[in-house]
């Protein structure tokens, strides 16, 4: 097993320990650090033994500082912006990239514009509040910030258009494999595919640099309205239903989360193509039994973790793993939470957007 600590002999924290890894060396001084990475890779052996399997880890990317593994890509691509001398930044997010774009953004004195839909998450919007970026909401809210990046020369760190985002997430594969070193599979909850491409090309980076290993099975596992890479894999495509039901329960959303279509999805057909994974299409109904399973044994995570899981349980009944990880990207959020809405602007428009920004840019 490579040790990373070895080759980056100052032991920086976070996903700075695997510095010299990533494609733009991004200097010490700019390289901003809020404790994201390094989050545990939980074994639960009570749940092992349910499943049938010798060795199950959960990644616990829910336990970030930000609460989810956006915080690795933000982290890294702020850092490159801060470096690159970049006053201001804009995302449309559906919460947690918003969450870690407002929290990095202020660690590096950078002004963040962030735009959500209607519909976003309270809970999540209570979150980025607590950075106070500029927020604003819009039915529109990726064009205008397509927008907003163009006209106003400032970084659009969306995952699905900016290609740095991969690099931040890299390090879970590191960190996976530094801890228990090779694993058969990967389960992981998939929407815009940045994540699921930076995990891979995290193993392969490893593995070119250590010969005769071999880089686990790549699974996509998708629900609700995100079934873009699943379907492809669907035997049955009719089972693929539930866009649009009135009926959904919680985790059901845990597909409303992204985008059911991604500009990436050539990219990880690719990865599963040649790692012998598969696009996993899980119903709410599978959802719940994995999140059963989970609180029986004390372990609580977001619908996407709960969402991974379930992909596993599905696959494994069909192929035998002795040792899987499950990436849990985000944490359980509260429900009830209450937003201020005196601190959220609004806009629909190029015109109502330049009032806003013209007041804070830097």
Same mark, same amino acid.
Request: hydrophobic share 35%; charged share 30%.
């Given at each position: 097993?490579?040790?990373?600590?070895?080759?980056?002999?100052?032991?920086?924290?976070?996903?700075?320990?695997?510095?010299?890894?990533?494609?733009?060396?991004?200097?010490?001084?700019?390289?901003?650090?809020?404790?994201?990475?390094?989050?545990?890779?939980?074994?639960?052996?009570?749940?092992?033994?349910?499943?049938?399997?010798?060795?199950?880890?959960?990644?616990?990317?829910?336990?970030?500082?930000?609460?989810?593994?956006?915080?690795?890509?933000?982290?890294?691509?702020?850092?490159?912006?801060?470096?690159?001398?970049?006053?201001?930044?804009?995302?449309?997010?559906?919460?947690?990239?918003?969450?870690?774009?407002?929290?990095?953004?202020?660690?590096?004195?950078?002004?963040?514009?962030?735009?959500?839909?209607?519909?976003?998450?309270?809970?999540?919007?209570?979150?980025?509040?607590? #950075?106070?970026?500029?927020?604003?909401?819009?039915?529109?809210?990726?064009?205008?910030?397509?927008?907003?990046?163009?006209?106003?020369?400032?970084?659009?760190?969306?995952?699905?258009?900016?290609?740095?985002?991969?690099?931040?997430?890299?390090?879970?594969?590191?960190?996976?494999?530094?801890?228990?070193?090779?694993?058969?599979?990967?389960?992981?909850?998939?929407?815009?595919?940045?994540?699921?491409?930076?995990?891979?090309?995290?193993?392969?980076?490893?593995?070119?640099?250590?010969?005769?290993?071999?880089?686990?099975?790549?699974?996509?596992?998708?629900?609700?309205?995100?079934?873009?890479?699943?379907?492809?894999?669907?035997?049955?495509?009719?089972?693929?239903?539930?866009?649009?039901?009135?009926?959904?329960?919680?985790?059901?959303?845990?597909?409303?989360?992204?985008?059911?279509?991604?500009?990436?999805?050539?990219?990880?057909?690719?990865?599963?193509?040649?790692?012998?994974?598969?696009?996993? #299409?899980?119903?709410?109904?599978?959802?719940?039994?994995?999140?059963?399973?989970?609180?029986?044994?004390?372990?609580?995570?977001?619908?996407?973790?709960?969402?991974?899981?379930?992909?596993?349980?599905?696959?494994?009944?069909?192929?035998?793993?002795?040792?899987?990880?499950?990436?849990?990207?985000?944490?359980?959020?509260?429900?009830?939470?209450?937003?201020?809405?005196?601190?959220?602007?609004?806009?629909?428009?190029?015109?109502?957007?330049?009032?806003?920004?013209?007041?804070?840019?830097?």
């Amino acid at each position: 097993m490579l040790d990373f600590l070895f080759k980056n002999p100052k032991k920086q924290g976070g996903i700075w320990k695997y510095a010299d890894f990533y494609a733009e060396k991004i200097g010490e001084k700019d390289r901003l650090i809020l404790g994201d990475g390094n989050t545990p890779l939980e074994e639960n052996r009570s749940i092992n033994n349910i499943l049938g399997i010798e060795h199950l880890y959960f990644k616990r990317e829910d336990k970030n500082e930000c609460g989810s593994l956006k915080g690795r890509s933000l982290a890294y691509q702020i850092s490159l912006a801060k470096e690159r001398g970049f006053k201001n930044i804009t995302i449309s997010t559906s919460g947690n990239a918003g969450i870690a774009t407002a929290a990095y953004a202020r660690k590096a004195n950078m002004r963040a514009f962030i735009f959500i839909s209607p519909d976003t998450d309270e809970a999540k919007v209570a979150d980025i509040q607590k #950075y106070n970026p500029i927020t604003i909401k819009s039915k529109r809210a990726i064009r205008l910030a397509n927008y907003v990046a163009a006209k106003y020369t400032m970084p659009n760190l969306r995952p699905s258009l900016d290609d740095d985002s991969i690099e931040g997430f890299k390090s879970i594969a590191f960190e996976i494999t530094d801890e228990v070193g090779d694993v058969d599979a990967v389960f992981t909850f998939v929407t815009s595919g940045s994540s699921f491409i930076g995990m891979y090309r995290g193993f392969e980076k490893y593995f070119a640099m250590e010969k005769n290993r071999k880089i686990p099975k790549m699974y996509a596992v998708q629900s609700g309205e995100i079934f873009s890479i699943a379907e492809e894999f669907d035997e049955n495509r009719d089972n693929i239903n539930s866009i649009n039901n009135p009926n959904e329960d919680e985790e059901s959303r845990a597909g409303r989360l992204g985008v059911k279509n991604t500009a990436r999805k050539k990219e990880v057909l690719d990865i599963i193509k040649k790692t012998g994974g598969r696009g996993v #299409y899980v119903s709410a109904e599978e959802i719940t039994e994995a999140r059963n399973i989970l609180e029986s044994k004390g372990v609580q995570t977001s619908p996407e973790g709960c969402a991974s899981l379930a992909g596993f349980i599905k696959t494994q009944d069909k192929e035998k793993f002795e040792k899987a990880a499950c990436i849990f990207s985000g944490k359980l959020r509260k429900t009830g939470v209450r937003v201020d809405e005196t601190k959220i602007y609004s806009a629909e428009n190029f015109k109502e957007v330049d009032e806003i920004v013209k007041n804070y840019i830097r």
